[in-house]
């Protein structure tokens, strides 16, 4: 299928949503959606997974009006009614290869066909199904899984009967909608990211609480994804371990991954931790959705702040987690409530605690913290850290003289459905090659919206603005005029570790100089014309007799 095709999928399903939610809130629609379009992928899934297990006992050739007597809608239905001694023993071997199951009347099949004959069992069904996948299907990767999916909201309906109709609705539409397309988990993976890019674009500030815009996503993807030590020989061969501690809907960690899978290389595993308990369900369908078994993912729902999760919390050093690759967008200046147990943390003691009114620099260095020797950090923050004093200055400095700040890149405004301001994003590492910093000013670089500012991807001629701040960040010149310079530290501590960009890659244009002896020759010389021309005027004038000027 075409990325064209593709879009396409997700604008079918997105127009759908947009049709049907009427006056429901766009972000409790979007859970039953994606809810509904991840069960249709594992169904498919599974299905075609039980094709290839059961072989030719496999009854999908069963005649329409013998599966309308039996009052079943999928060939798997029958096979388990003429098979019950046999179920307990398939379904072990189902769980050991595909590493779930789904029962047959909890199918997609059977609940899009309930759907499209108004069955007014379907809201029973699917609730009971939706249990089953959580606590049933296999041991870890779905519980919880629906946990904020309440089908039974007056937001569907004031009674039973309407909410019920309501969701035959909604599944009928978009089971007639998604029919044409490849069930492929590229396709429902991208249509996936195209939904929760609208429903973010239509949340606002809500929508920073889980999603990355694509275009930014991209930059720290690619960033990551580069020789830590030499970016310009291109992409590392393989990443094992990818960090993303706050990760919402989980598609900056499916970035770099895709970047990776994408040049030849391989991830290990990757690693995201949320705090939302919606957007951290958002973020295990969405790797799931994407054709990852859940062997080659681990999200955690905790607070990242107070490291609540006991992978990230081994007091042992030489049994520390160290990541490859780390990215991060989290919330901006979030107030926390730093004490001094916090201050004694592993992950601050050296730097000190952000203070209460910014958490920015305590998800810094709690990135920083399990950042391996030779990965890379990419983290998306106000501009703020940059320049504030007290505290962050504390930090920021100690960062500095350590060697640790590789670039500084600043974006446009108006990049971000949850703010106007312009971010920046800024690259660490441990153990860096070079001893200066490389500041990149982008902020003049971009496409402007009615709604949203855009980084130009080269499309019909237009810069590239996304390839430029990639390709400085990758060759890391020593100067582009009014874009890019690399500083050294002498400056920048002439400058109080001060990190403004604007200080170091200024985007101004420099005054034209003025040279007032040559201006003040050609205004003579103009003053002399004027007179000999009035001159040569007021002689013919006084020959025809009139006044002269």
């Not at 007014?120 to 069904?125: F, G, I, P, R, Y």
């Not at 595993?269 to 990852?292: C, D, F, P, S, V």
Request: proline share 3%; net charge negative.
């Amino acid at each position: 299928m075409t990325l064209k095709d593709q879009k396409q999928l997700g604008k079918t399903l997105w127009d759908i949503a947009d049709n049907l939610r009427g006056a429901m809130n766009a972000d409790d629609f979007r859970d039953y959606m994606l809810s509904f379009l991840f069960l249709r992928y594992l169904s498919y899934n599974y299905e075609e997974a039980t094709k290839k297990e059961l072989g030719k006992d496999y009854p999908d050739d069963t005649p329409a009006d013998v599966m309308n007597s039996l009052k079943v809608n999928s060939p798997l239905q029958i096979w388990y009614l003429e098979n019950k001694d046999e179920v307990i023993e398939f379904e072990k071997q189902m769980r050991r290869k595909v590493h779930y199951v789904i029962e047959p009347n909890h199918l997609w099949s059977n609940i899009s066909e309930m759907a499209r004959t108004q069955n007014a069992e379907l809201l029973v069904t699917l609730e009971s199904g939706f249990r089953y996948i959580e606590n049933e299907s296999f041991e870890s990767a779905f519980q919880g899984l629906f946990s904020e999916i309440n089908l039974n909201s007056e937001k569907l309906g004031k009674t039973s009967v309407e909410r019920n109709k309501k969701l035959c609705t909604i599944i009928q539409k978009i089971a007639e909608g998604i029919a044409e397309f490849s069930a492929d988990s590229d396709t429902l993976g991208d249509a996936y990211e195209y939904l929760i890019g609208e429903f973010a674009a239509g949340s606002g500030k809500k929508a920073g609480e889980f999603y990355t815009p694509q275009q930014i996503s991209t930059i720290l993807s690619e960033i990551v994804t580069l020789d830590s030590q030499e970016p310009k020989t291109g992409k590392k061969g393989k990443l094992d371990k990818v960090l993303d501690m706050a990760c919402g809907s989980g598609s900056l960690l499916l970035n770099v991954r895709k970047r990776i899978k994408d040049s030849g290389g391989s991830v290990g595993k990757i690693y995201g931790q949320e705090k939302n308990i919606t957007t951290y369900n958002l973020a295990r369908m969405n790797m799931l959705l994407h054709g990852m078994k859940d062997t080659e993912f681990e999200i955690f729902h905790g607070d990242t702040l107070e490291n609540s999760w006991p992978l990230l919390n081994e007091m042992n050093p030489s049994k520390k987690i160290e990541f490859d690759a780390i990215v991060a967008n989290p919330p901006f200046s979030l107030r926390w409530e730093p004490n001094d147990t916090l201050a004694e943390d592993f992950r601050f003691k050296s730097y000190g605690l952000a203070p209460k009114s910014a958490a920015d620099f305590a998800f810094l260095l709690h990135g920083f913290h399990f950042l391996g020797k030779e990965g890379t950090m990419a983290i998306i923050l106000p501009h703020g850290v940059l320049f504030r004093g007290g505290a962050e200055e504390r930090i920021r400095t100690k960062l500095l003289k350590d060697n640790h700040v590789d670039t500084v890149i600043g974006l446009p405004s108006n990049l971000f459905y949850s703010t106007g301001i312009p971010v920046s994003i800024l690259v660490l590492k441990k153990c860096k090659k070079h001893d200066d910093v490389l500041f990149i000013n982008a902020s003049e670089h971009y496409e402007k919206g009615k709604r949203q500012n855009k980084l130009r991807e080269g499309e019909e001629g237009e810069p590239n603005d996304i390839q430029k701040i990639v390709d400085t960040y990758k060759y890391r010149p020593d100067n582009v005029p009014r874009y890019a310079r690399r500083v050294s530290m002498d400056e920048i501590e002439k400058n109080g570790y001060n990190l403004n960009i604007s200080r170091y890659v200024s985007t101004s244009v420099d005054e034209i100089q003025i040279d007032l002896n040559s201006v003040n020759q050609k205004l003579t010389l103009i003053n002399e014309s004027i007179k000999i021309n009035t001159d040569k005027h007021n002689a013919f004038l006084k020959e025809l007799g009139l006044k002269t000027i």
